[in-house]
């Protein structure tokens, strides 16, 4: 069974420096730092993630790309994303 999308109704603050997609990044960093995402859990689809963070699904994946580079998640080809655990 799948989690439910990570976003809710996420919007990029008006505020807020950067990029969207470094945003979404950063949220979804917040949220393995709080705990509310755990190591091993597969991040749920993109569409349905962009949809809830109002973004394209491109800029979606580009946050993804971030995080892999934060090493934080993993992105697996026809698997989805997983969160890592910290070493």
Not at 30 to 48: F, K, M, N, T, W
């Amino acid at each position: 069974m799948m989690p439910p999308p990570i976003g809710g109704s996420r919007r990029k603050p008006d505020d807020y420096p950067g990029y969207p997609y470094e945003w979404i990044a950063d949220d979804i960093e917040a949220r393995l730092v709080s705990g509310d995402l755990q190591h091993c859990l597969r991040l749920p689809l993109i569409e349905p993630s962009a949809y809830e963070y109002g973004v394209a699904i491109t800029t979606y994946r580009r946050g993804l790309e971030l995080l892999e580079r934060r090493g934080l998640i993993v992105v697996v080809p026809g698997r989805g994303a997983f969160v890592i655990s910290p070493q």
